[in-house]
């Protein structure tokens, strides 16, 4: 995919991301010379008519999304098989990334982040768009703090896609209850899912979690979340109780609008009186994972979530009659179809979790599961095995660079987890070293390089390119690299960005017209306007002085390249000057008109050769005698 261009425009560079439905790419748009976002689906879901046409709609609509805390959609197309969207291309990291590497915030930025999301989802909403995957991992946090979210119409075509058979939906931690039964969705569902990315955000963890996404999903029917101030001391009532508000499991018990809640943060943030209401429940939590068992082996009925005081149905689980029930609020009432596919989905949860339970009691064996010491440090992983094991694992440990994994937090174990092991099994543990130091690399030298050029070079070194502000340049052609900011040789990291600068070619400017100034003071001010291009020639003037410009060609606005001429003046013509001079000496001799009488000395003709000797010295004496004459 790299180096292919898109719809003749986008140059599809390095490879940024991936998800369940497409691949995201860093590109360059050719036309406007700026870094874009190139997102592509999947072969997959490229192949099938009815995405394709979903596809399309949605991605008009996402581009008609016009907010500051959206990631704006500039285009969208098909290049042969493949669909793609052209996205603002976005510098900081996702929400998720940083709640693992610095852990829960301050209740004031878990605010900002929420009323910010808000306004996002208020534009969208009032353009009938339900984002359907609110996460941390679409919210992008920028260097400036704000917030982008990320993916808007693409869920929608996604469900499109997939909601003929059923199909659990979105990301399981964060759908609201609504979603993982396949019902239909509004404003509210967004909202459910904001207020889990607010207790992530809130606490460093997620309110609910479990083995897979089903037991994740029956979770979000059936729990209360343990409040947030259980997990985090820190957080503060007033947050809790937003919090909490969002992710009731009745839609109508939510905020109802996105602005609503927008408004409610803004509260908080002003320190003003928060009005959420009836007060908001602090619920227990029942986690369905904990299963008690009798002494003849049979499990006894799961305890029951906390629910609000409304009417509650029973949903039978597989078995006979001593098999155990659960509790959920009373729904409107289904198809036989949907009721199926939830009994269906229950018990295949309920199988699960019992199963791990079963796993890690032990089966009387002599062997014991290997625990789960994910997102662990060293000490609490060898601290857990420890007490565990009790001596049952022999455990090794070492370390490696990891992008992904923060500074010594477990990166793998092995065996994995819930795996049976026998009492002196070894363990595996490797823990990160965090990122891998950058090494250093010498900056090349782009000029002259086309953008593909450009980036070939210094992906070769590791290093990213950015396109910056076009530049007029005289030596370098319009669309091709004229400067970068770091200079060429210098160091640099692997993975630090060069910023580098095309050319718009030679640019314009007013030549003026610098006739009467002297060689060297228009010389000097053209050179200033950036003309390096000056012809000089010399002419003879008695009207201007000499080494003054007797005329300028061209004159007024000019491209910097153009040849300027200048005519210089040498001062007057000497030989017009030596002309001018003998014409008025021989003016004078015009009164020796009388030396016409020596013409009569023509009558000694008989002279001889002596004659003609005084003859010439008639004539310089006539030369003398015309002066006199004259006089």
Not at 142 to 166: C, E, W, Y
Not at 257 to 264: M, N, P, Y
Not at 351 to 362: S, T, V
Request: charged content about 20%.
């Amino acid at each position: 995919m790299a180096d292919r261009v898109l719809g003749g425009r986008y140059t599809v560079q390095d490879k940024i991301g991936i998800g369940g439905m497409a691949t995201v790419y860093r590109g360059l748009d050719t036309v406007l010379g700026r870094t874009v976002a190139i997102k592509t689906m999947l072969p997959q879901y490229a192949a099938d008519p009815s995405f394709a046409a979903r596809f399309k709609q949605e991605a008009q609509a996402a581009a008609a999304l016009q907010s500051p805390y959206i990631v704006g959609v500039y285009d969208w197309g098909k290049d042969g098989d493949t669909y793609y969207i052209v996205m603002e291309y976005l510098r900081g990291t996702d929400l998720k990334s940083g709640i693992r590497k610095h852990g829960a915030l301050d209740c004031r930025k878990v605010a900002q982040i929420g009323s910010q999301i808000c306004q996002a989802l208020s534009v969208a909403h009032g353009h009938d768009i339900i984002h359907r995957d609110i996460k941390p991992q679409n919210i992008m946090v920028q260097p400036d703090g704000n917030i982008k979210v990320m993916d808007f119409g693409i869920a929608r075509a996604k469900n499109s896609h997939l909601t003929a058979d059923n199909s659990v939906l979105g990301t399981a931690h964060y759908v609201s209850p609504e979603q993982t039964q396949g019902k239909e969705l509004g404003p509210t569902s967004d909202l459910y899912s904001l207020g889990i990315v607010m207790y992530e955000a809130a606490t460093g963890r997620v309110p609910f979690d479990g083995d897979d996404a089903i037991a994740v999903a029956l979770k979000q029917v059936n729990e209360q979340p343990v409040p947030p101030s259980q997990v985090n001391p820190n957080v503060d009532a007033t947050l809790e109780g937003i919090i909490l508000k969002c992710m009731r499991k009745n839609p109508a018990e939510r905020f109802q609008t996105a602005d609503e809640l927008r408004r409610v943060l803004n509260d908080y943030l002003a320190g003003r009186i928060v009005n959420l209401g009836e007060a908001t429940s602090l619920l227990t939590a029942a986690p369905t994972s904990q299963l008690n068992r009798t002494p003849g082996g049979r499990t006894q009925a799961m305890p029951r979530a906390a629910v609000s005081p409304t009417t509650t149905g029973r949903i039978p689980t597989a078995g006979a009659s001593h098999a155990s029930t659960m509790q959920v609020p009373e729904k409107k009432p289904m198809s036989k179809g949907k009721i199926a596919a939830i009994v269906i989905g229950v018990i295949a949860a309920i199988a699960l979790i019992a199963g791990g339970a079963m796993a890690l009691m032990g089966n009387g064996s002599g062997t014991k599961a290997m625990p789960n010491l994910e997102g662990m440090t060293k000490d609490e992983a060898t601290a857990k095995l420890a007490e565990y094991g009790d001596g049952f694992f022999v455990v090794s440990t070492s370390e490696q660079y990891d992008d992904n994994v923060e500074e010594g937090k477990l990166i793998s174990q092995d065996p994995a987890r819930n795996t049976q092991c026998e009492k002196g099994t070894k363990v595996s543990l490797v823990f990160s070293k965090g990122k891998k130091p950058a090494a250093t690399v010498t900056v090349p030298d782009l000029k002259g390089m086309t953008p593909s050029e450009a980036e070939s070079a210094l992906a070769k070194l590791n290093l990213k390119g950015a396109v910056g502000d076009s530049v007029e340049s005289d030596d370098v052609e319009s669309g091709k690299v004229a400067g970068q900011d770091q200079a060429a040789g210098s160091d640099a990291k692997e993975g630090d960005t060069i910023t580098y600068h095309l050319s718009s070619g030679v640019g314009k400017a007013d030549a003026g017209d610098h006739s009467g100034e002297s060689l060297s003071s228009a010389k000097s001010e053209l050179n200033s306007l950036g003309f390096t291009n000056i012809s000089v020639s010399h002419a003879y003037s008695s009207s201007v002085s000499k080494g003054y410009v007797i005329s300028q060609s061209p004159t007024g606005n000019q491209s910097k390249d153009t040849t300027i001429t200048l005519r210089v003046s040498d001062g007057p013509d000497p030989a017009q000057s030596n002309q001018s001079t003998n014409s008025g000496n021989s003016g004078n001799s015009g009164n020796s008109g009388n030396s016409g009488n020596s013409g009569n000395s023509g009558n000694s003709g008989t002279s001889t050769g002596g004659n003609g000797s005084s003859s010439s010295d008639t004539g310089n004496s006539e030369t003398g005698d015309d002066d006199s004459g004259s006089n």
